[in-house]
């Protein structure tokens, strides 16, 4: 079984900076792609970020340059570094992660969210 545990969301002031963190754990052979997804009221999700083991990554328009996605794949730990944050960014942020482990084979698990809102 694996599970994800997320942490380092908030209420930040427009163009203040936060940081994600997203923990992995449970039976895990191998992570391949982790990364970010947010959700705003009435809108569809996003995603906002990915990272692949190898260290490539895939940011939406809407973040890049202002988002750094990273990962400590030693702690099957992915992060999400958001600065020059703006009310836009107003979300439930959910990691996910795609884990190979024995039992299941290769599947997509996620983290609970959690809340970034941004004050103007």
């Known amino acids: 079984q694996v599970q994800l545990v997320e942490s380092g969301g908030g209420l930040v002031q427009a163009g203040g900076s936060l940081r994600l963190s997203c923990a992995a754990s449970?039976?895990?052979?191998?992570?391949?792609?982790m990364g970010w997804y947010r959700q705003a009221p009435g809108k569809q999700r996003e995603l906002v970020a990915a990272i692949f083991s190898g260290g490539y990554t895939n940011y939406a328009d809407s973040v890049k340059g202002r988002f750094t996605i990273s990962r400590d794949n030693a702690k099957n730990t992915v992060y999400l570094q958001m600065n020059s944050l703006k009310p836009e960014d107003t979300a439930v942020y959910s990691c996910?992660?795609?884990?190979?482990?024995?039992?299941?084979?290769?599947?997509?698990?996620w983290g609970q969210g959690t809340q970034v809102t941004v004050s103007s």
């Open positions: 449970g039976s895990i052979l191998s992570v391949n792609v």
């Open positions: 996910y992660a795609d884990v190979h482990t024995i039992v299941v084979g290769v599947a997509k698990y």
